[in-house]
């Protein structure tokens, strides 16, 4: 099966495939009450179950753990960084223009937290544990997306 | 009626493969894997389950794309959406349940056909919550990981650069570890700091290859070798899709692990195992995985690692093969390399890193973003 195999590379040959596809992403129950209250009322929304009285954030519409329902509860949104990186590449790991520093932040009065970005903070100026509060896009910008948080700074 | 692994073959590893395509690599374990185990595809094998993600192949309905090189066209064929060693526990079932006598666990890696490796683990990142967020390469994802345990528990950066060290100079005497290098702890902790705190040496880069197994009842196995391989227990588990309820601690190791021990009977794994390949696609994870594995204890495992007990002449030896780290990331064939050297070293067939052992312990992680995993128990 195996006894002649391709030697010379200029015979070799590949060929660069794409293909376009495009996606909605439905928020659902529990995003559209969370991207709706935060975009018209700068407001964050988390989800409490009815039966363990765990505390989601993100929210969602049932609690994973009793696998029942959730009610929805208002929450500051700000929090501490519980960890945190410094990353200098960008998604073809080239060097980014400048390095952005990712946490994941346990909010306040809830059991979840929220994988953003940190600004207005130099790097070694990060520490674990550090309160931080959310930056809002204008309002007239928002979209009802993740991204209408740009980023935590501390508070 | 006990399930052995009777024929092993492999292709690879390496940096890239220009003159294959990923299914002619597949052929070549798979042609080398029935040659060991002694038998006819086309004849003697009743099941295949292969192991594959779309996203890293470029196509949809991988499954359709299986049978014909690894000799199972109008045969019962598998994909299984997942690493290597949750096939061998698929397999594992169908002979236990008497489907087969003898069942075949595929997986490849042919990842330098992916230009946007990035883009493609963004694409598995939740769209809603997490995949917008910044523009850096998804391996933050693992740094936020890594950040959480070297804090919890006290890792310096040192002890983190021993894992390195060791398993790129064990990659040294695999002849098949394209990322093999005579690196000191000097030498890693001068590697750039592009996610702080995780070096770029710290990242496994990406390998080529394809792994085969042959797995058979214990009937058929003492007929076809005398040196049957047994699989003694799997194991498999997932934590959660959303990250605020992952454990970031390596939860679905613990646990896969946990189901894999009870099914071989091992109630003591830091004395009953012998050797241990674990996932180090990231350095720390080897750190994550040996506790989650219950071969070392929290906060004990840097100093071991410092005094050389998990190194070839140590008291346990964990990616003698060179890791993932020495041989290069092969995706959803992760835990197929892992398996391969349990297996060869069960054998006595590892050559220059040949160890004395009876009974090893393989176990893959589903990479970024996942928290889930799974784990196989060779013994002999």
């Known amino acids: ?155 | 009626m006990r399930v052995a692994v009777v024929g092993v073959g492999y292709s690879g590893f390496n940096a890239n493969t220009p003159d294959l395509n990923w299914k002619e690599i597949t052929l070549e374990a798979a042609a080398r894997a029935y040659d060991d185990a002694g038998i006819n595809p086309r004849k003697d094998v009743d099941s295949i389950v292969t192991c594959a993600e779309d996203i890293w192949e470029g196509f949809a309905i991988f499954d359709e794309f299986v049978p014909d090189q690894l000799g199972g066209v109008l045969k019962p064929t598998c994909t299984v959406c997942a690493d290597f060693l949750f096939g061998i526990a698929t397999a594992y079932m169908q002979i236990k349940s008497e489907l087969a006598d003898i069942a075949v666990v595929e997986a490849h890696s042919k990842a330098s056909d992916i230009l946007t490796f990035g883009e493609t683990i963004k694409f598995a990142m939740d769209p809603i919550w997490l995949r917008e967020i910044g523009s850096a390469h998804p391996y933050y994802f693992a740094a936020l990981e890594m950040s959480q345990y070297i804090n919890e528990c006290c890792i310096t950066e040192e002890q983190i650069a021993e894992v390195v060290v060791k398993n790129k100079n064990n990659a040294l005497k695999n002849s098949s570890a394209p990322y093999g290098s005579k690196v000191t702890v000097e030498d890693v902790l001068n590697s750039p700091m592009v996610f702080d705190p995780m070096r770029k040496i710290e990242i496994a880069p990406r390998a080529d290859g394809a792994i085969v197994f042959v797995l058979a009842n214990e009937d058929v196995a003492k007929d076809l070798t005398d040196t049957p391989i047994w699989v003694k227990g799997v194991g498999w588990w997932s934590e959660t899709s959303n990250y605020d309820t992952m454990s970031f601690n390596a939860v679905y190791a613990y646990k896969a692990a946990k189901m894999a021990y009870k099914l071989a009977g091992i109630t003591n794994p830091a004395k009953e195992v012998d050797i241990a390949e674990v996932d180090d696609r990231f350095a720390f994870k080897e750190f994550q995985h040996l506790e989650a594995l219950q071969l070392s204890k929290r906060f004990e495992t840097g100093t071991l690692m410092r005094e050389g007990y998990f190194a070839k002449d140590g008291e346990l030896p964990v990616n003698l093969s060179g890791g993932s780290l020495g041989i290069g990331n092969l995706l959803e064939a992760t835990g197929g390399q892992k398996a391969l050297e349990v297996v060869l070293q069960l054998r006595g067939l590892a050559g220059r890193r040949q160890v004395e052992a009876e009974t090893g312990v393989a176990q893959a992680w589903r990479y970024i973003p996942t928290a889930s995993g799974a784990v196989a128990v060779f013994g002999v």
């Open chain 1, 1 to 155: 099966m195996f006894n002649e195999k391709i030697i010379d590379p200029a015979e070799l040959r590949h060929w660069g495939g794409k293909i376009e596809l495009y996606w909605i992403y439905t928020s659902g129950e529990a995003g559209d009450r969370f991207f709706k209250a935060l975009k018209d009322e700068d407001k964050f929304i988390a989800a409490k179950c009815k039966k363990c009285g765990k505390v989601f954030f993100p929210p969602r519409m049932y609690c994973e753990f009793d696998f029942s329902e959730t009610e929805y509860v208002e929450v500051s949104g700000e929090g501490c960084v519980r960890a945190f990186t410094v990353a200098k590449l960008d998604k073809n790991e080239k060097p980014l223009e400048k390095p952005e520093i990712y946490a994941i932040i346990d909010i306040d009065g809830t059991d979840g937290c929220m994988i953003h970005l940190l600004r207005e903070v130099e790097p070694e100026e990060v520490q674990i544990g550090m309160k931080v509060k959310p930056v809002l896009k204008d309002k007239a910008e928002r979209e009802g997306k993740i991204t209408d948080i740009l980023y935590f700074k501390p508070s």
